[in-house]
């Protein structure tokens, strides 16, 4: 198991950006895909960015071109980049482990609203 911690949410206006980042346990971070998952309220959660153990992205269409997301396998960190932040937005944001079953963290709320 990866037990995960994910923080940087808030309050940010439309337009606006927010960096999250995910700190994980263990010693085989670096061969692990992982992922940027979220939840509005209502909705199911939903997977938004995956980077691979090798580095390769992938994002949804909703998020694309707007959210970056990277990773420090030294630090044991995934980050997700957000720009133009769009009230749609508005969830709670979890990383986790792609492909594995794995413990989800306590997640960290986005909300977008002028």
């Known amino acids: 198991q990866v037990q995960l911690v994910e923080s940087g949410g808030g309050l940010v206006q439309p337009g606006g950006s927010l960096r999250l980042s995910c700190a994980a346990s263990?010693?085989?971070?670096?061969?692990?895909?992982m992922g940027w998952y979220r939840q509005a309220p209502g909705k199911q959660r939903e997977l938004v960015a995956q980077?691979?153990?090798?580095?390769?992205?992938n994002y949804s269409d909703s998020v694309k071109g707007r959210f970056t997301i990277s990773r420090d396998n030294a630090k044991n960190t995934v980050y997700l980049q957000m720009n133009s932040l769009k009230p749609e937005d508005t969830a709670v944001y979890y990383c986790?482990?792609?492909?594995?079953?794995?413990?989800w963290g306590q997640g960290t709320q986005v909300t977008v609203s002028p």
């Open positions: 980077i691979t153990k090798g580095g390769t992205t």
């Open positions: 986790n482990v792609v492909g594995r079953l794995n413990a």
């Open positions: 263990g010693r085989f971070f670096s061969l692990y895909d």
